[in-house]
């Protein structure tokens, strides 16, 4: 498939520490999305970062784009309970007509 | 701004029964999107209005599934009949023109219990 795919599956961390979770893709992409979403609700835009770009900031997160290997990472720094949550990585695809492909996401638990 | 509203928050029916899905997008947003989501996995596009058109229905099922968008504005999605694969949760997004990669906006979902 086309879409992203996030590693790892499942992180469990305690309350200030840093967490850092993946995305591997396939083809070209247009740019790629992060999404969090919360037990039981939709999901929320983080951040969107371009194919000509290597690095963005918002808050305590920070992705990072690497287009010669095809993977972005998500780190959050100093996580609080309030991060725990799925966090999905969505791609843009010129093969696909540039529509977002959403992987099956990494489970983040931020134990107290 | 007020998010995207969806309604309701849970069905439960049981098998070839039919349902439907209520959307409101964020005003002005020209784009609507409806996913499903089953458990454990991420979201998947069933279908994509610009304005009161479709623009991608490709993984819609077609023969059970139907949607429409009254006005550019509100949409529905329905379900007839209902299988046990339907379980899932239906997503409801927004987006502002459409643009290609462009950013969404989701409601909470609508979570279909099939037994």
């Known amino acids: 498939s086309q879409q992203g795919e996030e590693d790892p599956q499942a992180l469990s961390i305690q309350e200030g520490e840093n967490a850092t979770m993946n995305c591997s893709y396939k083809?070209?992409?247009?740019?790629l999305q992060w999404y969090r979403q919360n037990s039981g609700r939709g999901l929320v835009h983080l951040i969107l970062?371009?194919?000509?770009?290597r690095e963005k900031h918002s808050g305590r997160l920070r992705v990072t784009l690497d287009t010669s290997k095809k993977s972005s990472s998500l780190l959050i720094t100093a996580s609080r309970a309030a991060d725990t949550a799925s966090y999905f990585c969505?791609?843009?695809?010129?093969?696909?007509?540039?529509?977002?492909?959403f992987g099956a996401g990494t489970t983040v638990t931020v134990r107290a | 701004e007020a998010g995207v509203a969806q309604s309701p928050r849970y069905k439960i029916i049981e098998k070839r029964q039919s349902v439907a899905f209520w959307c409101n997008p964020i005003?002005?947003?020209?784009?609507l999107y409806w996913y499903q989501q089953i458990l454990g996995q991420g979201p998947k596009l069933l279908i994509q209005?610009?304005?009161?058109?479709?623009?991608?229905d490709s993984q819609l099922p077609k023969d059970r599934f139907s949607a429409e968008r009254l006005k550019g504005v509100d949409s529905t999605l329905k379900i007839q009949p209902a299988k046990l694969e339907d379980s899932a949760v239906y997503l409801c997004?927004?987006?502002?023109?459409?643009?290609?990669?462009?950013?969404?906006?989701f409601g909470s979902g609508t979570q279909l219990s099939v037994l």
């Open positions: 969505a791609t843009a695809f010129s093969s696909n007509d540039y529509k977002l492909s």
């Open positions: 970062i371009r194919s000509n770009e």
């Open positions: 005003s002005g947003h020209a784009t």
């Open positions: 997004a927004s987006s502002l023109v459409g643009q290609p990669g462009e950013k969404l906006f």
């Open positions: 209005f610009q304005n009161n058109g479709v623009v991608d």
């Open positions: 083809t070209s992409i247009n740019n």
